[in-house]
């Protein structure tokens, strides 16, 4: 009623508003047909990725009700018979067990480590493009590839590692270290550690280089220690990126898989299994397809949940921060 | 110069026709594969790999027919993906329905009950010896053999005969005689035995020829062992005492880093003179591996005979519950790759397939005309091998086990008792744990 009167009274400002009306519907139907435009670009990826991601982990949850092996075109609902028998397998919690072992443990140590580096290499002025290549190297080779050349360097009767601690005679410590269930789990920590840090260490280091140095020099000036300047200045800093680098470590080592596939095969027996690997020796090479989906479904609500918690408190830290 | 109309309806036509491209593209992808999932005129031979002589019989049987002048067309020789298990080689493989015509079949049930195999036409049944295949419970026949019936005569011992020899030792003919073998060789500072454990499957190298006695006490008849504790006339504490033979075995007489240690690495162990002898499935082939990467290598082969003194092997199950050759539904729906598989087949159970078959090493399978055959007796050893063939000591026995479920039960087994053997668990307590699989997988 208002604008009607308005317009009544005020032709100019009509004029204008309607221009304006028209300059807006004009925009909107612009920004319709960038919108069609930028569906019909994302159409092929979306297709493909509700295809082969979103549609058969959606049917994964209604398979982890079944006795499907895989083959078969037909199969029994069987309830949450699954889930029951999952939850009741010693062979299971041992798997979440290694996951959590080598999911948090490996999240940890590639981030202190990754951290040490990133300031290294922040200090080093000369040859810092040849130190960071070296940093960065063991990214590149795939998990399969570096875990391949591991199991044959920790080989108990041909690796080269046995050899050489026998040629220093330390035969004391010669171990068979893909072998030894006692050892293996830690043994697969250290290998994972090796070669997943690469990636974590250059987020670290571009976020040290964007730290503002008159904040840096202020603090010096004001008499602090280099580890007062880390603390109260630097580390704040770099609240964000260590968000992103502990959930995708942690993310990273729920899901561990070509590691064990390749170095253990999840043994000796059934020891250093993990989650990922559970369900793929089910799925795959027991064909029991249907209770694999069932342990797959329980991983997907464990990496959720624990993904939520950590990034809650970590994202609480950055304000703090 | 284009106006601003004139490019949004450029851009929006590239996007419809990118999405199409890209659907198409896909769809292309997918006719692509499914139209070289043999070709026009070949057909692919999907075979196991990890056994170097059986690479190289499939390798020499395959191109002895690509150079036949009438054969029907080409047989591509494929090998399961490095890396991959068996089961998990053939899932992938249906999951993307993209089926070779001829498959080195295992697991066979769970395959024909899923209605992914097609029956071998009599035109190439009648050559294989009638004792060397069955009939599916349908009446069909799914599976030919692959290789001689020689059951599991693989599963033994290669030995290091010039070591032998040197220390005036003999080849064990009762067990508490195997037993005294290695507590000499031990007692003269040598490591009697290498096996492997490092992948799952190699575990029943030393156990099944252990067990073998307690399995060839159950009735033929009825099925043999597993099907005695499926019908509750048997239970796996029989075992109890074979698990300890074996506990014993690795305690005292076996390499270190057998939990680690892969199957083909074991060759390298016997020839490297880390240990004396090598457990072994394959048997001649085994041999002849040891003769490639040792020509000078005096190898010798021998069966862990019972505690009195009989070697009971493992007969072949014939039929569906056996390894063999197979040919896929996919095959026979297309019809000319079905017509390459059968001419394939033909030629392998033809004397001359049999005779190529057999100079790459590996024994062929039972044929009608068999007599014809030339063994080859080239491979140091093998006449050991072939002498066992003949020996008065020699009992088969059988031990089914038709069940689609029962993969599932003996990769658990596998994999509990090498948790046995590493201390992870009490023999007891394996027990208890593989009879409550075997009542769940089978039973259940």
Redesign the interface.
Known sequence: MSTSLSVAATPSKTSHKSDSAAKSSTMSAVQR?NR??MF??I???L??FLAIVIIPSLQSIQLSFTDY?????TYNYVGVDNYH?IITSGRFWNAVKNTLILGIGSAFIINVISLVMALLLDRIHHFSGFFRTIVYLPSLVSA?IASTIWKYM?????GAVNSILKKAGLEGWVH??????HIVVWVLLFLICFTLGGNTTLIYLSNLQSVPQELVEAAEVDGASGWQVFRHVTWPMLAGSVTVNFTLSLIGGWVIFDQI??L????????SETMAFFI??LG?????AGFGSAAAVLLFIIVMITTVITNKYMRGREIQA | MLSTKSF?RL??GV??V??LA??VG?AACGSSRAATAGGKDSARFLYATGDETWNATVKAIVDAYNKLPNKVGTVVAEPIPS?S?Y??AM??M?ATGNWPAIVDMR?TV??I????LAPIPQEVTSLVDDDAYSAYKDGNVYLTPSTANNGELGFGIVYNKQYFKDNNLSVPTTWDEFIKLMQTIKAKGQTPLATA????WPSGQLWKPIASETFAKHSAKDGGFWADVKDGKAQVADLKDDLTKLKDIIDNYT???????LDA?TT??LVNN?AVMATTSSGLGRLRDINKVKPDFDAGYFLIPDSEGNFNVLKNSVGDSSQGLAISKQAKDNGKQYDIAVDFLKYYYSVDGANVIEKSGTMSPQIKDSSKVTRNTEIPGSTDYYALLDSPKLKWYVNETPW??F??FN??FR??R????????SIDDTIAKVQAEFD?DIKG
């Open positions: 047909r069609w435009m019909f670009f159409l092929p990826m297709v493909v092996d895989g083959i078969s075109p028998e399969f920790l080989n108990y009767n041909f068979d270290w893909l072998g030894d269930s596939q390749v253990t095969g999840g043994g000796p027996g059934f020891v793929y020796r795959f090479g027991e064909y029991r | 949004n851009t929006k996007a419809v990118a999405a890209s659907t896909l890396g298990d089961a998990t899932k992938t249906d697991d769970t395959y009950e899923a209605g992914k454990a490092g992948e799952v390499l270190k880093g057998w939990q680690s240690t690495q390298t162990l880390q689609k479920t993969s599932t990769t658990f994999q509990s090498i948790a046995m053997q590493d201390n992870q668990s769940k």
